[in-house]
């Protein structure tokens, strides 16, 4: 520990004296960009990617500092800086969503789609405690957006399919713009079978259907002043996850908003946003299609949270500031039933989440001082109220079983800050930060009740005494940029206080049969995780470009125990070919040998793998429409692997051919 303390001091006092040293201020520095994914815009998303009607999984997959916890074919869980969604948020524009399953097969990127979002803004760390509190960090994902114009009526068409599950994909987006007024509405339906993983293994459990429809609407009330509304409706059925014991038969979102906007002109104020939204979601676990269970269960989730932020941003000489009031309110509800197979027992019920209420509410600060042309010193800071109530008394008697003592209400303080320092000049670009963070226990962390993880093949018990966990991370990165090339390299460590994971206890009975054992959730002394990436870009020709990344992470805990889902050595290696009307791609990645693996938390080692994919495209006018087709293969050599992140060792995909269409006007 005293270490790690040394490492954050050392690396404070260096960006003190780097940007003590210089003596001219300029406010022409802007703040440095965090990772931006294009997802596409409707009437050019051929344009952006060699798949363009990928999922949002896949797009995330891009960035280095993004990984996917693979349950099945459908709704990956996103992974930052190695850690799961209790470390990390995730955003539709700002707003605050939770998922409504135990199990997290649900997490907020499967309720979206290609069609209604632009671009995905990956945050580390502290960086990411605009949109609440957070460790790992934080990915906002933006919806599509029309700008006032004239340009009246325009349409897009998108069909695709995929060989490899029999994946049949429809879309269309037709948007209405004027120069006070538009609207935006797309659609988007994915069908898909189970698919097979290399050497033509079929992956039984791994079907899912679902649709995606979303509005969005902006009125101009003055040159400065606008209201914007946006709704998204999306809907699965009938989805399949081969790693877990459980299916789902309905997984359902409703996500909405309405915002203010005022940018006023040459005043010390740049913009004021302030939106209010409403989201809620229904998801039902289902084993019905699958043979031989022991004892029949319904698993339904519901959450539905209310939240509001205003947001100002502006200028005051050399501080480019940000101020961020925000608030929210969720009820997570889940609950089981057993049927026994005698039909003279009586059925079994019980909350696994009990009703569970939380109030947020808090105050994010950031301000960006340029200290002159080449540099620039970043402070963020946020405090925050956290209010957890168990509303059910059924469900608190059953907590009190096991902690007596225990309160309805549970109130919390948490507080976040950080510094960065970044300096930029004839192609050179450094940055070096320093973060302190917190966040409260997660629901299943602090209520869960007899909640079974299938990776580790545990019953979870929450413990809502748990402290808050707090986290101080270091970070650094250096790059360099020519005219047709460049590189940066970024390191992050994390040293986390207060670490919670499940702890066994031989005391307690699990409720799922065949279950190994229950673990209670508790606090280790602390864990260290470190992340570094490298990424590589070469513009070889006016057509050609070549793009190359690296990634190393590693994860232990204060029992000397690795930490799960920790990626070991990775690659990319892609050359991108566009000219005229013809796109071309072709890409290898792959994973070294997780050698560094965590028997104790469920893992085993994976193997290494590579796999090759290509894609070709080709774009034509007819009249003033304009076409687009790509086709391409994945998995080339059918190679049959698992991820280090496919739970309980669920193999890929195998060899998959790809058709997309786009058609605009």
Not at 431 to 454: D, H, K, M, Q, T
Not at 496 to 505: E, L, T
């Amino acid at each position: 520990m005293k270490k790690n303390v040394f490492f954050l001091f050392v690396n404070f006092l260096i960006s003190i004296s780097l940007f003590a040293q210089q003596e001219s201020k300029d406010s022409v520095v802007a703040k440095p960009l965090n990772e931006v994914i294009v997802i596409g815009k409707k009437a050019k998303l051929y344009q952006k990617q060699s798949k363009p009607l990928a999922t949002i999984d896949e797009y995330l997959q891009q960035s280095s500092k993004v990984d996917m916890i693979k349950r099945g074919g459908y709704a990956w869980e996103p992974i930052i800086n190695s850690m799961a969604t209790e470390r990390t948020l995730i955003t539709i524009d700002g707003m605050r969503i939770f998922g409504a399953c135990t199990d997290k097969m649900d997490p907020i990127t499967s309720y979206v789609e290609v069609s209604n979002l632009a671009e995905a803004t990956v945050v580390s760390g502290q960086e990411g405690g605009c949109h609440g509190a957070t460790i790992g960090g934080a990915i906002d994902l933006k919806k599509n957006e029309s700008s006032f114009s004239n340009a009246g009526w325009s349409a897009d068409l998108n069909a695709g399919y995929e060989s490899n599950s029999n994946q049949k994909i429809i879309g269309s987006a037709i948007n209405y713009v004027k120069e006070s007024f538009y609207v935006d509405t797309d659609f988007m339906l994915r069908k898909a079978d189970n698919y097979f993983a290399g050497n033509n293994e079929e992956i039984d459990f791994s079907q899912f259907q679902k649709f995606n429809i979303s509005a969005s609407s902006g009125f101009r009330l003055d040159t400065d002043k606008t209201i914007k509304a946006a709704v998204i409706y999306d809907k699965a059925t009938d989805v399949g996850y081969p790693a877990l014991p459980m299916d789902v038969s309905l997984a359902k979102a409703l996500i909405t908003s309405l915002s203010y906007e005022y940018v006023p002109a040459g005043t010390t104020l740049q913009s004021w946003e302030t939106k209010l939204y409403y989201n809620t979601i229904t998801h039902i676990m289902d084993d019905t299609k699958r043979p031989n269970v022991p004892i029949h269960m319904d698993m339904p989730g519901w959450s539905d949270t209310y939240g509001m932020y205003s947001k100002v941003k502006g200028v005051f000489g050399s501080h480019h500031f940000t101020a961020d009031v925000s608030s929210f309110y969720n009820r997570s509800v889940a609950e089981m039933t057993m049927y026994p197979n005698d039909p003279n027992e009586n059925l079994m019920f019980m909350f696994t989440w009990p009703d569970v209420r939380t109030l947020y509410c808090g105050l994010f600060l950031e301000d960006n001082l340029v200290l002159n042309t080449n540099s620039a010193l970043l402070f963020t800071a946020s405090i925050a109220s956290h209010s957890n109530k168990v509303a059910s008394q059924f469900g608190l008697e059953s907590l009190q079983i096991f902690y007596p003592n225990m309160d309805a209400v549970n109130n919390r303080l948490l507080g976040s800050f950080s510094t960065k320092y970044n300096y930029t000049q004839n192609g050179f670009e450094y940055g070096i930060g320093l973060g302190y963070g917190e966040r409260a226990p997660s629901v299943s962390e602090g209520y869960g009740f007899y909640l079974f993880n299938s990776f580790d093949g545990y019953d979870y018990i929450g413990n809502p005494d748990l402290y808050n966990e707090q986290s101080m991370e270091s970070s650094v990165s250096f790059g360099y940029s020519k005219s047709k090339w460049s590189s940066k390299l970024s390191a992050t460590f994390f040293h986390i206080s207060n670490y919670i994971v499940g702890a066994p206890d031989a005391n307690l009975i699990p409720m799922t049969i065949g279950a190994n054992g229950v673990k209670v959730y508790t606090a280790l002394d602390y864990a260290n995780l470190f992340n570094m990436d490298l990424n590589l870009d070469c513009q070889i020709s006016e057509s050609l470009k070549w793009q190359g990344q690296l990634v190393y992470a590693y994860g232990k805990e204060s029992n000397n125990r690795n930490l799960p889902f920790i990626s070991p050595f990775g690659y990319s290696s892609a050359f991108n070919y566009f000219k005229n009307r013809v796109s071309a791609s072709i890409a290898v990645v792959g994973n070294a040998t997780q050698s560094k693996f965590s028997p104790y938390y469920g893992e085993n080692e994976t193997s290494d793998y590579a796999i090759l994919n290509a894609s070709l495209g080709y774009s034509f006018y007819v009249e003033k429409s304009k076409w687009n087709v790509k086709a391409g293969i994945e998995n080339v050599f059918d190679t049959y692997y698992s991820t280090f992140s496919s739970w309980n060792n669920i193999p890929s995909k195998g060899r998959n051919f790809v058709l997309n269409l786009n058609f605009g006007f």
